[in-house]
C-alpha cells in the first residue's frame, strides 16, 4: 500500500526558532501534497496545497512567509515553521495525492505535534 | 460552497452494539467522493471508507458500512458490533473540485465505547 513517512512526530522548540517538517511518499510519487493544521478537539484546516516544481498555494488567512513549503521532488515535501511562536503550537498532518488511488486517493503521513515554548 | 456537517460532537456506545455516525455534505457538484476517517488519539487518519457519488450501492468495509442517501445529501457511518479499540474521533470528509481537490472535513464525532 502507499506510504507517506512523516518526520518527526513530536517537536518542542523555543519561540523564535524555525522548525521543518518532511513529508516523504516511500512507494509512489506524490505529484501533489496537501498541508493541514489542527488545534486540539478541531477538525483539519487546509493550509496549503503543493504541488511538485511549482509554488505553493495557501489558503486564506495562511501566511506564507510563516509558513514555508517546498515540493523539490516527486517524493518529498516539507514545510518549515519560521520563527515559531506558542501559537503555532498544533497538530500538523500531511496529505498527499496518490497517483495510484490507493485509498481512493489520499494519503496520509502520522502528523507532527508541534509545541513551541 | 461545498461543506460537510456533523451534529454529533460526541457519542457513546455500548461494546457489541452498533452505532451510526451523521454526516450531511453539500455541493453542486454531479461528481463527488465521501470519506470516513479513524483519528484515534495518536492523532494518525486511518482510511475506513468511501463512497461515489454515482455509486449504485452503500460501500461497505468489515464492520463499517455507509448509508449513502443521495436525496438527502446525507453519508451516515454505520459501525456494527462496536469494540473497544473503535474509541476515538471519526471525520466524514469530501473531495474538494479539481482533479486534485484536497479534502474538505467535519468537525468530527468523538466516539466513545463502553464495556
Known amino acids: 500500500g502507499a506510504v507517506v513517512s512523516q518526520h518527526p512526530s513530536r517537536v518542542i522548540c523555543k519561540s523564535g526558532t524555525s522548525v521543518k517538517i518532511e513529508c516523504r511518499s516511500l512507494?509512489?510519487?506524490?505529484?501533489?501534497m496537501f498541508w493541514y493544521r489542527q488545534f486540539p478537539k478541531q477538525s483539519l484546516m487546509l493550509m496549503a496545497t503543493s504541488n511538485e516544481g511549482s509554488k505553493a498555494t495557501y489558503e486564506q488567512g495562511v501566511e506564507k512567509d510563516k509558513f514555508l513549503i517546498n515540493h523539490a521532488s516527486l517524493t518529498l515535501s516539507t514545510l518549515t515553521v519560521t520563527s515559531a511562536h506558542p501559537e503555532d503550537s498544533s497538530f500538523y498532518i500531511c496529505?498527499?495525492?496518490?497517483?495510484?488511488?490507493?485509498?481512493?486517493?489520499?494519503?496520509f503521513g502520522s502528523g507532527t505535534r508541534l509545541t513551541v515554548v | 460552497a461545498q461543506k460537510i456537517t456533523q451534529t454529533q460532537p460526541g457519542m457513546f456506545v455500548q461494546e457489541k452494539e452498533a452505532v451510526t455516525l451523521d454526516c450531511t455534505y453539500d455541493t453542486s457538484d454531479p461528481s463527488y467522493g465521501l470519506f470516513w476517517y479513524k483519528q484515534p488519539s495518536s492523532g494518525e487518519m486511518i482510511f475506513l471508507i468511501y463512497q461515489g457519488s454515482y455509486d449504485q450501492q452503500n460501500a461497505t468495509e468489515g464492520r463499517y458500512s455507509l448509508n449513502f442517501q443521495k436525496a438527502r445529501k446525507s453519508a451516515n457511518l454505520v459501525i456494527s458490533a462496536s469494540q473497544l479499540g473503535d474509541s476515538a474521533m471519526y471525520f466524514c470528509?469530501?473531495?474538494?473540485?479539481?482533479?486534485?481537490?484536497?479534502?474538505?472535513f467535519g468537525k468530527g464525532t468523538k466516539l466513545s465505547v463502553k464495556p
Open positions: 512507494d509512489f510519487q506524490a505529484t501533489t
Open positions: 470528509a469530501m473531495r474538494a473540485r479539481g482533479s486534485q481537490g484536497n479534502l474538505i
Open positions: 496529505s498527499a495525492r496518490d497517483n495510484r488511488e490507493t485509498n481512493y486517493g489520499y494519503t
